[in-house]
């Protein structure tokens, strides 16, 4: 069954330094997006990307990050001084276009937990 | 603005039959999902509502309201590995294509012997 590949799976930094996390989307999938989950709390949204920009974003996603598609593939998020409070669990997540019978449910990778120290 | 709310916490025994409520406002809406996650794991879909009405998907069912703003989400036959955290998920935002989902705070489901 096709799933949505997410590396690395753990990533410890400093405080300052730049990160860059990569995910698969499923191949036949026109939507990507990036949550977070800080330890214990809810999944938060933070960007959607369709047809190569970005179509929303929360305001947790400022100008330290950003997502790129740099090939047919990968779809990234890099955070460019990553903070204490960027410690997180990182989602990717795709979803096909929402058409007939199909609900247009996101599937999820199984995340990137980023540590900041 | 966006705001789901459940319960934190509920216990069940095995073989019982549990009801997750989910209630919502939020400025747009296309759409209910409930997703299943284990610790330290990715939410996994389990059901799907844009209508009002029950949706029936084996051990679990799902219902929608639209007018009151309510969800909830029915596990039949518990068994030990349904303990998880059972997240409410709307889907719309403030534009009326939006797609993400804005994931309620989880209700942590300890199903005992």
């Known amino acids: 069954e096709p799933e949505v590949t997410q590396t690395p799976s753990h990533q410890v930094t400093q405080m300052g330094q730049e990160v860059i996390l990569r995910c698969v989307p499923i191949s036949n999938h026109l939507y990507f997006y990036w949550y977070r989950q800080i330890l214990g709390q809810k999944v938060e949204f933070l960007v959607s990307?369709?047809?190569?920009?970005?179509?929303?974003k929360s305001e947790i996603f400022d100008d330290q990050f950003s997502v790129e598609r740099p090939d047919g593939s990968n779809f990234t998020l890099k955070i460019r001084s990553t903070k204490l409070e960027d410690s997180a669990m990182y989602f990717c997540?795709?979803?096909?276009?929402?058409?007939?019978?199909?609900?247009?449910?996101?599937?999820f990778g199984e995340g990137s937990r980023l540590t900041v120290l | 603005g966006q705001n789901i709310d459940q319960p934190t916490e509920m216990t069940a025994t095995e073989g019982a039959i549990v009801q997750i409520n989910c209630t919502y406002q939020t400025s747009g809406f296309n759409g209910l999902f409930w997703y299943q996650q284990h610790a330290g794991e990715a939410p996994t879909f389990l059901s799907y509502n844009v209508l009002d009405g029950l949706e029936e998907k084996g051990r679990f069912s799902s219902f929608l309201s639209r007018s009151k703003g309510y969800s909830y989400l029915l596990l039949k036959e518990l068994q030990m590995k349904d303990s998880a955290s059972y997240l409410c998920?709307?889907?719309?935002?403030?534009?009326?294509?939006?797609?993400?989902?804005?994931f309620g705070s989880g209700t942590q489901l300890t199903v005992l012997p």
């Open positions: 990307f369709y047809n190569n920009e970005i179509s929303e």
């Open positions: 997540a795709s979803s096909k276009k929402r058409a007939g019978g199909n609900t247009g449910e996101l599937f």
């Open positions: 998920a709307v889907r719309g935002g403030s534009s009326g294509s939006a797609r993400q989902l804005t």
